[in-house]
């Protein structure tokens, strides 16, 4: 073969790879509002930076008529490139080729860039669009999405890893976005479950569609398994992006910290008239998030799954942050089952990337309840407690309002190792709210005044005056100070600024034992 037909048949394999499954196929991806494999890379990376790898391996299956069908690239598009200017490593399932279903040497692509990605210290992106395991290939197959998993918990912790899921995705394929950092859907293309409607209504009898069973909104809301829908592929894409902004490369880097340019007012006045004059009245905690971060930075997580918490990343004096808030607008803020481990898992994220936390208090307590006790509060709510408790990050707590009972020391307090307490004067700290300590506390002198509910009144006046405000817990020094609300971004940015070259040294061990 001459030198130029050479040059001829790599032009010519190229270009076969580039079609994937054929041009039928990509009309077809088209035509469900899907966009392509590589189209969605195209988009996700700096324009110019995306490097493929592994551009012409072919399975090696020869059962079933297989081996006369092979496609370049085997179904996943794997490389690298800069999002943001910033090195990433992605692979992209190919749903025009096998139905972007999973080989050995698909799973091998994926791997290989795994692989790269922890040695480079770069944070993995996978898009997800497959019908599963490849039948045809058997165990192989099946030892592939294992050989992913196992990577995806080696590198936990390591690499940022994040899970698109811009398709189908069933059965074991479900477990490596769930072992990820993040996972994103989109509304109506997009859909995870162990076993699909068919199956369901073979086994369960019950009649679900696929949407209902696993979409994105139903993972967003019920189960909590996804942490970003979008509307359309291009914003979840975007999503990524913005996301990335928060994060640093690896776990030995710090969170980022960007150029910030201040007028030399940092007060927000509106802080002092946040709150309610009532205090068993709501307010959005996202209006005080918004007032003490930077402009428009905050960047929830999770926003669909328990509402009593919010959580999420947002830039203080350019500076990137995580935040775990108590949301007084939705069950009072209280603390349950679904909201302490949306919490513990965030805090956790935070803490393996070096991202210090803020954590603002108004918590009346954990919610009663047969349905919370009989399904483990206290397994669930111990979590949260242990991933503050474990986070060598610094941390802050602010109390606006309510710090009740066991909620108190599981949100950031003092013994846990939270490194500034700060209150605003509207601060409650207690056992538990003044209505329900004045009956058991007053019981018998109620219970035999001439006016009960005038003397439960005066008792409820009286341990309101003692008990519910900051300043019990500042004489202890369980409050580093009481501050006025307006003054409250003043104070953050320079306790974090304080704490950026905090350190701590943990005990020798293999590793804890999280209440899983």
Not at 26 to 48: N, S
Not at 153 to 176: E, R, T
Request: a negative charge; hydrophobic letters at 40%.
């Amino acid at each position: 073969m001459k030198q130029e037909e050479k040059y001829q048949l790599l032009q010519q394999k190229s270009e076969q790879a580039l079609l994937g499954g054929g041009i039928k196929r990509i009309e077809a991806q088209h035509g469900k509002g899907k966009l392509t494999a590589r189209e969605r890379v195209e988009l996700l990376m700096d324009e110019g930076t995306f490097e493929e790898i592994g551009m012409f391996v072919t399975h090696r299956c020869t059962d079933f008529g297989l081996e006369n069908e092979l496609f370049l690239g085997d179904g996943v598009v794997t490389g690298y490139g800069n999002i943001n200017g910033r090195l990433v490593y992605v692979f992209s399932q190919d749903f025009t080729v096998f139905g972007g279903s999973l080989s050995e040497t698909h799973a091998e692509k994926i791997c290989k860039i795994m692989d790269m990605a922890m040695k480079t210290g770069s944070p993995l992106i996978g898009l997800n669009d497959s019908g599963g395991a490849r039948i045809q290939e058997g165990v192989v197959s099946l030892g592939g999405y294992a050989d992913i998993f196992y990577k995806n918990v080696k590198a936990s912790g390591v690499i940022p890893q994040i899970s698109a899921i811009l398709g189908p995705c069933a059965g074991g394929a479900v477990y490596s976005p769930a072992i990820t950092d993040f996972t994103l859907m989109v509304e109506n293309t997009s859909y995870m479950f162990v076993t699909g409607p068919n199956v369901v209504k073979t086994v369960t009898h019950e009649e679900v569609s696929s949407e209902e069973l696993g979409g994105a909104h139903t993972h967003a809301s019920k189960s909590g398994v996804t942490h970003f829908t979008a509307k359309n592929e291009l914003e979840c894409l975007d999503m990524i992006k913005r996301m990335l902004q928060y994060i640093p490369q690896n776990c030995e880097d710090q969170a980022p910290v960007f150029p910030y340019q201040t007028d030399g007012n940092e007060l927000r006045e509106k802080l002092n008239t946040l709150l309610p004059s009532n205090p068993n009245q709501p307010y959005d905690i996202r209006d005080l998030i918004g007032e003490i971060t930077d402009v428009d930075s905050f960047f929830e997580v999770h926003k669909e799954y328990a509402e009593n918490i919010v959580v999420g990343f947002a830039f203080l004096a350019g500076r990137s942050i995580g935040i775990v808030a108590n949301q007084p607008a939705f069950l009072a803020g209280v603390l349950d089952i679904n909201s302490s481990v949306k919490a513990a898992r965030f805090t956790r994220f935070c803490d393996a990337f070096n991202i210090p936390l803020l954590v603002l208090v108004d918590v009346p307590g954990f919610l009663p309840g047969t349905d919370q006790e009989w399904n483990g509060i206290i397994r669930h709510g111990s979590k949260l407690l242990y991933a503050l408790s474990e986070a060598t990050v610094p941390k802050i707590t602010l109390i606006t309002r309510k710090a009740y009972g066991g909620a108190y020391d599981v949100m950031n307090s003092k013994h846990i190792g939270a490194d500034f307490n700060f209150a605003w004067p509207s601060a409650e700290i207690a056992v538990m709210g003044p209505k329900g300590a004045a009956e058991i506390i007053f019981k018998e002198e109620i219970k035999n005044a001439a006016n009960p509910a005038e003397k439960l009144e005066e008792k409820v006046a009286e341990y309101t005056e003692t008990f519910a405000n900051p300043y019990r817990a500042a004489a202890r020094g369980f409050i580093d100070e009481v501050i006025s609300p307006e003054v409250s971004r003043i104070k953050l940015i320079k306790a974090f600024k304080v704490l950026e070259n905090k350190v701590v040294v943990m005990p020798k061990r293999k590793h804890g034992n999280i209440p899983l």
